[in-house]
């Protein structure tokens, strides 16, 4: 099943950079939020992409927005990522791709490559804008675009 506008989002749980626990109810009802899914860590693409997030990321925090990066990497390539580029968001390990599959991301290349797909949800988990390219960096002006619209 994949997930369409006007859906909301399903609960979930794993672990982030850090090996803490992470649970989607923790946001869902007090922030607006940024969840992407991207193929994999230190890849050019994936790495532009989480980077310009960073560069962006007070601009979705000005906005009361949260960023979530998932991909299927452990927690220790996660934790150098993060590291190594200075990423301010949180990024969760989802190596099992439960998440993956509970979104319904859709894989791309004909199914070699997990797909990367940006969800932009309301602050009730609600999903308004549903953004799937492999072109990276063209995710970040267009969630920055959705949340803006949200919080009009």
Known sequence: MELKVGDRIPNFVAKD???NDFDSQNYVGKKPLVIYFYPKDNTPGCTAQACSFRDQ???FKDLGAEV????????ESHHKFAKQHKLPFILLSDNDKKI???????SNMFGLLPGRVTYVTDRNGE????FDSMMATKHIPKALEA???LVK
Do not use: A, Q, W
């Open 100 to 106: 993956r599959k509970l979104f319904g991301v859709p």
């Open 68 to 75: 979530i990066g998932i991909s299927s990497d452990s927690i």
């Open 57 to 59: 990321y007070e601009d």
């Open 127 to 130: 999903v308004k804008m549903i």
């Open 147 to 149: 949340i803006k619209h």
């Open 17 to 19: 950079m850090d090996g």
